[in-house]
């Protein structure tokens, strides 16, 4: 069995930061796509932050120049270092990986529980 556990949520002020964490444990053979998404109250969840196997990120419009995803392959840990934050960054903020569990075998979708982000002062 996998699970990702995120970490690092919090109240900041406006203009402050937060570093979330995701790791990863259990059955991982090896992890392929690593995701940060967000939903806010009374809306769709939505895409934050990307970043490939092979290390190649992307961003949401919203969140380019201030958020930064990375990530620590020993450690199935994915990262999302969070600047000059807005109080509309305010939300739940999940992870998701996808995993592969053996050599050869198709990766599973996986999502971490989440992990709340008020942006406030």
């Known amino acids: 069995q996998v699970q990702l556990v995120e970490s690092g949520g919090g109240l900041v002020q406006p203009g402050g930061s937060l570093r979330l964490s995701c790791a990863g444990s259990?059955?991982?053979?090896?992890?392929?796509?690593m995701d940060w998404h967000r939903q806010a109250p009374g809306k769709q969840r939505e895409l934050v932050a990307g970043?490939?196997?092979?290390?190649?990120?992307n961003y949401a419009d919203s969140v380019k120049g201030r958020f930064t995803i990375s990530r620590d392959y020993a450690k199935n840990t994915v990262y999302l270092q969070m600047d000059s934050l807005k109080p509309e960054d305010t939300a739940v903020y999940y992870c998701?990986?996808?995993?592969?569990?053996?050599?050869?075998?198709?990766?599973?979708?996986?999502w971490g529980q989440g992990t709340q982000v008020t942006v406030s002062s």
């Open positions: 970043i490939s196997a092979g290390g190649s990120s």
């Open positions: 259990g059955n991982i053979f090896s992890i392929y796509a």
């Open positions: 998701r990986a996808e995993v592969q569990i053996a050599r050869g075998t198709i990766p599973i979708e996986t």
